[in-house]
Nanobody
C-alpha cells in the first residue's frame, strides 16, 4: 500500500524557517519523481517544487525560488522541503506527491503551514 506521510507543519513567524518531510512507503522510492504542492484557502492547488529520481534535478515555482529547497534521501525514502524567509502568502496546506515509474500519482494527506506574527 502506497503511503506518503508528512509530519512537520506548524505556525512560524514571517521571516522564519520550517522544514517539511515526507516519508514514503509501498513503492520504489528511488524511481519516483517527488514533488511538493500547496493549496491556500480559496485557491487551487499549485506546484511548489519537484525533484527527479535519477539525477535529483530540481525545479521551483517562481514564488519560492531562492527561498525553498527540495531534497531527497533515497536511503530513508524521504523527501524534504526546507522553507526559509517565509512570508504570510506561503500559508497553505502543503502536500507531498510521488509520480511513480508506472505513471501513477500518489498524494500525502497534507500538512498545514501558517506564517503569521
Amino acid at each position: 500500500q502506497v503511503q506518503l506521510v508528512e509530519p512537520g507543519g506548524g505556525l512560524v513567524q514571517p521571516g522564519g524557517s520550517l522544514r517539511l518531510s515526507c516519508a514514503a512507503s509501498g513503492f520504489t522510492f528511488i524511481s519516483a519523481t517527488m514533488s511538493w504542492y500547496r493549496q491556500a484557502p480559496g485557491k487551487e492547488r499549485e506546484p511548489v517544487a519537484h525533484i527527479t529520481h535519477t539525477w535529483g534535478i530540481t525545479n521551483y515555482a517562481d514564488s519560492v525560488k531562492g527561498r525553498f529547497i527540495i531534497s531527497r534521501d533515497n536511503a530513508k525514502n524521504t523527501v524534504y522541503l526546507q522553507m526559509n524567509s517565509l512570508k504570510p502568502e506561503d500559508t497553505a496546506v502543503y502536500y507531498c506527491s510521488a509520480v511513480r515509474v508506472d505513471g501513477l500519482v500518489s498524494w500525502g494527506q497534507g500538512t498545514q503551514v501558517t506564517v503569521s506574527s
